[in-house]
């Protein structure tokens, strides 16, 4: 067999590759399930003719080599990730997706970030798995490769270490004393549906030209795009400690 086809079978192995683990939340040792990054109810606005499918990024490592982009997925595959146990998805989240916000407070604003900060750990987390994967088969078939994913992992493994830890802390105490104060956020309402479902958490800094937050945590905002019925809400929140880092985002917001 080529190197290409043996290539080919490594990728094939990786997207078959199965995430399975327990819940992210606390000392909670329950098993997770798919968990949407938004709410399912949200994910019907975006049904392609009236189909139980959406438009998503694809997964598949070797239509994504090829520069394909998207993929069309049944809600239930659509825009998941292996984040908690039934019953912490159910309890945590109920505020914000018994029904359709027409505003933010600050307690949505929190369970979104939260959405999206959990969001982000499980990738890391996969990516490690996925890229340790990735190297494994490349050895055992004595494939050649350019090693630069493996910073492409310690870069995750430095997220793990230092920025996670300190997310999940003051995510845990603001849950527990209800200290949603610590939280800063901005929303637009769209007066119509949009197209398209976002979730996603952004560093407003560039971390490598700063010395400072070598081992420290860093600044971290969430951007959600909510797609309604019969409107939008674009929102961004981040920690109130991190105000100072906002400042531009927020003059162009
Ligand atoms: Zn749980």
Redesign the pocket.
Known sequence: MDDEKKLLKVYQKVDNFIYED?????N???K?ILSHSHTKSILKNLTVNNENKIYGLTKNFIRRRKGILFDLYTINKASTFHG??????NDLFKYIESSELEEIDKKAAFLFFTRGIFFEIFQKKSAILRTEKFKELLDLNNLEYNDSFLYFIKGCKVFLETTSPFYESEIYNITENKKFEKINFLFKKIPKKLEISLSTTINPINIFSDKNFSGKPQPIFSLNIIPYKNHGIILLTWLKQHDNFMEKIKNHF
Do not use: A, I, V
Not at 22 to 26: F, S
Not at 84 to 89: E, G, L, M, V
């Open positions: 327990k819940c992210l939340w606390g909670c040792s329950s997770s908690f146990c039934p019953s912490h998805d």
